[in-house]
Nanobody, 126 residues
Framework: QVHLAESGGGSVRPGGSLTLSCVIS????????LAWFRQVPGKEREGVAC???????RYKESMMERFTISQDKIKNTVSLYIERLSPDDTAIYYC????????????????????WGQGVQVTVSS
């Protein structure tokens, strides 16, 4: 079982940047997907970016320019760097994990991920 714990959220002014981190503990399969999702109350959970055991990444197209996902396999962390934040980025951000089927890349589908962190609030306002 994988346990995920996010950190790094908070309040940021528009135009600022932020790095979210997620510590992964427990038993992780050799082939895996790690992802960041975000959710605004009343809306569906939205995929932001994912990274796999080969460090291949995938982003939601509208987020490719401002979001960067990375992982540290030694520290067992996955991070999300966000720059040029706007109020539209205000949401709860979740870290998620799943086993990756060999030969397939990760997809940003929340229903395919079965391990989730508690989420961390990011608020962008002036």
């Amino acid at each position: 079982q994988v346990h995920l714990a996010e950190s790094g959220g908070g309040s940021v002014r528009p135009g600022g940047s932020l790095t979210l981190s997620c510590v992964i503990s427990g038993s992780r399969p050799p082939n895996y997907c790690l992802a960041w999702f975000r959710q605004v109350p009343g809306k569906e959970r939205e995929g932001v970016a994912c990274i796999d055991d080969n460090s291949q990444t995938r982003y939601k197209e509208s987020m490719m320019e401002r979001f960067t996902i990375s992982q540290d396999k030694i520290k067992n962390t996955v991070s999300l760097y966000i720059e040029r934040l706007s109020p539209d980025d205000t949401a709860i951000y979740y870290c998620a994990a799943k086993a990756r089927t060999w030969g397939y890349r990760c997809a940003l589908r929340a229903d395919m991920f079965y391990s989730w962190g508690q989420g961390v609030q990011v608020t962008v306002s002036s």
